[in-house]
């Protein structure tokens, strides 16, 4: 019994730690799944040691052969050479013997019912002795009907039966020729009536017997194809191969691209196999591990999150996929692969900075798959940068279009420059190279859809889409105008001053305008709990024990909540209600039940939270609060509204509310300062105009 108890007290341990571990332990399994895929989209061989290109110039020192190995045969070589097979393949035609029998059994029927004994001078048996002599003579190497680009003196092979005999083309008689041939055959003759007899039954009877056997010939086509020698020659070992400085081309070009062959099916051998397939391993694995500890160490709230890490490895790998498809197809059209989408979305969905370290540690992935990878890497690198640096606010479509133009000209100018620096002209540039990159311009324009794509695939929510929540004539906001105009002035007031703190200190100012405009949905259940809403000047907690007040307050948050989730509001907007009170208290009916009993518990009259655990949240809690309690000062001054502004946030940051919050004791000062001249601005004394 003891052993048993012990046994069940060890499941439910180890079933505790794998429910406590259980976002790390998908990390680990994307991870390994991640490492695998994209060593099996690798390429199947061994990294040649030396990148060099057609008409460049070799950059390393002198190159000796390692070992011995023939040189190949260039593909225009291999393709010409085949070419010439095509060209002198002596063609297969097939011979039917029986139709001569049917033939000479049509001209015996058709003589016996045309000659009559007293029309013909000449006996019957003679004028069919004479047809049938020309008939041998015409299907001695039989009749075709086909037309054929052939020369006259071509050699073919004519089958017959189990026999094959060799003829020239000219000895086959073409159909159309048959009646010139009767014509030559009977001249020799003077015009008699049975001479006209023998032309008219013969043109009658006489057909075709010949065709080409276009499977035996295409056998023997294929044949001499497979037996081609794919090589040319044999470089012995320690021979030179190229000098410093020498240009790779010609005959150089192709015993270097041998080398790189053989030397690549040398290392991926079944002895070297384990040890490639490690040395890729632990490559791609610090690639990703690299990314896994930016996120933990910088971006702790997507780490956290297991949609989001999942959505940025999908991209990576979705990256590699294609490019390894476009390079499997033909190498050169690598470049009209966008991409520059990656960033571009992973900036839409996050952040910057975090969209070009992603960009960067794909394009490092891609070094190992693509052609002149070091041109590649710079190539896309820079062009990277220039989606980070230029697109700025996505859901403004004309930024898309000027950003993918920049894009496409960094490729022209970097291409343009490695033109230069490999050629030493201007003669070299490959112009349908040009093309490619506009194309790829043009494929970063299929971002917009592929951002709604995602959104719907993985819950999450771009800058389009907060344009869209941010339309007050939405329905849910249209709602909230209807039922609590009050509590939706006061969230357009808060919007504007949450938008210009947040440009302020470079937070996101679309994403805490529109949660600025959803943050008070919940008030939308008893709108007339809240004096922005009493318009009739009755106060609705008159009648009410301060701790039920307090608790129909507390529970805006809630009941926030779950309209937004009822209404499908994102997860982000949802945050914004979550946190905008934090753990705050509601101090107004604490101090109320405190005077009427004289004691009170705290934690009866706070927020359930939590505390705001970014910038926005964190703006957004100063300028509720701020907007909130301005409706309380009488006679306001700049100096009184500087006072109020200090007192409230102070307060908060007492509190701990922005404690976990990336926002800093100077970005805390500036939203401040907007805030103070923000209300300034909307309480500045007007001159009392005369009645």
């Known amino acids: ?93 097939n011979m039917d013997l029986a139709i001569v029998d049917v033939v000479s059994m049509e001209l015996s029927r058709l003589l016996n019912e045309t000659y009559v004994d007293t029309l013909f001078a000449v006996p019957k048996a003679v004028i069919q002795s004479r047809a049938e ?35 020239t083309f000219h000895q086959i008689v073409n159909f159309e020729n048959v009646e010139t041939i009767l014509k030559a055959s009977t001249s020799l003759d003077a015009i008699s009536p049975s001479t006209v007899l023998i032309e008219k039954i013969l043109t009658r009877v006489l057909r075709p017997n010949v ?25 012995e070992k320690s021979g030179r191969i190229i000098a410093k400085g020498e240009v790779v081309e010609g005959d150089t070009y192709q015993i270097l691209d041998s080398l790189k062959a053989e030397y690549q099916s ?8 384990l040890w490639l397939l490690v040395g890729y391993a632990l490559l791609v694995m610090l690639v990703l591990l690299m990314l896994f500890l930016f996120l933990k160490k910088y971006r ?23 490019t390894t498809i476009v390079v499997k197809l033909d190498a050169k059209y690598v470049y009209v692969v966008p991409l520059c989408i990656l960033p571009l979305i992973i900036k839409a969905f996050f952040d910057p900075r975090l969209g070009l370290f992603v960009h960067v540690l794909t394009v490092l992935l891609l070094g190992f798959i693509v052609p002149n990878s070091f041109e590649y890497l710079f190539l896309q690198i820079i062009a990277g940068i220039v989606t980070i640096l230029t697109v700025s606010e996505l859901y403004k479509r004309a930024n898309l279009f000027i950003s993918v133009g920049q894009i496409t000209l960094i490729y022209i100018i970097g291409y343009f420059a490695f033109v230069l620096i490999q050629e030493g002209n201007i003669y070299g540039f490959e112009w349908e190279i040009f093309g490619y990159f506009v194309l790829c311009g043009l494929a970063t324009l299929f971002a917009h859809p592929l ?8 819950g999450l929510v771009s800058d389009v889409s907060l344009l869209e929540l941010s339309d007050t004539n939405s329905k849910l906001l249209k709602e909230l105008s209807n039922k609590a105009p009050g509590t939706f002035h006061h969230s357009l007031n808060v919007a504007n001053l949450a938008e210009a703190a947040a440009q302020e200190i470079g937070a996101n100012s679309m994403l805490v305008r529109v949660g600025a405009l959803y943050h008070d949905i919940g008030k939308m259940a008893s709108p007339t709990y809240f004096t922005e809403n009493q318009l009739s000047g009755v106060n609705s907690h008159d009648e009410l024990d301060p701790k039920e007040s307090a608790n129909i307050i507390i529970n805006h948050v809630i009941d926030g909540i779950e309209i937004a989730r009822k209404n499908k509001l994102p997860d982000r907007i949802i945050d914004f209600i979550r946190t905008h009170h934090g753990t705050s208290m509601v101090y107004y009916f604490y101090k109320k039940q405190m005077d009427r009993q004289g004691a009170a518990n705290p934690e009866d009259f706070k927020y359930p939270g939590p505390i705001p655990f970014s910038k926005e949240t964190a703006i957004l809690m100063m300028a509720d609060s701020v907007e909130a309690a301005s409706k309380s000062l009488k006679d306001p001054t700049s100096t009184k509204i500087d006072a109020f502004v200090e007192k409230i946030i102070d307060g908060q940051m007492e ?37």
């Open 1 to 93: 019994m003891g052993i048993f108890t012990l046994n069940i007290n060890y499941m439910k341990n180890t079933l505790s730690v794998l429910s406590r571990n259980q976002s790390l332990l998908y990390k680990g399994f994307l991870f390994i799944a991640a490492t695998f895929l994209i060593i099996y989209l690798f390429p199947k061989g061994g990294q040649f040691k030396y990148d060099f290109q057609k008409g460049k110039p070799w950059q390393y020192e002198n190159l000796y052969a390692p070992f011995s190995f023939t040189i190949k045969k260039d593909a225009a070589s291999l393709e010409a050479e085949k070419q010439q097979i095509i060209n002198n393949a002596v063609p297969y035609f």
């Open 133 to 167: 002599g020309i008939i041998d003579k015409i299907y001695n190497h039989g009749i075709v009907n086909e037309l054929y680009s052939y020369d006259a003196d071509k050699l073919v092979y004519l089958k017959t039966a189990n026999e094959i005999d060799e003829v």
């Open 211 to 235: 065709s080409l056997n276009t499977k035996l010939t295409q056998a023997a086509i294929d044949d001499e194809i497979n037996a081609m020698n794919p090589n040319r020659g044999i470089i």
């Open 266 to 273: 040398q290392v991926w051998t079944k002895s070297n196999y």
């Open 300 to 322: 702790p709230e997507i780490y956290n999150n297991n949609t989001k890490v999942t959505f940025i490895f999908f991209n990576v790998l979705l990256m590699v996929l294609l």
């Open 451 to 458: 951002i709604y794509f995602y959104e719907k695939l993985f």
């Open 655 to 691: 509190q701990g509310q922005f404690l976990n919050a990336n926002v800093t004791f100077k970005d805390i000062q500036l939203i401040k300062k907007v805030l103070k001249k923000k209300l300034n601005n909307i309480y500045h004394l007007r001159v009392e105009y005369p009645e």
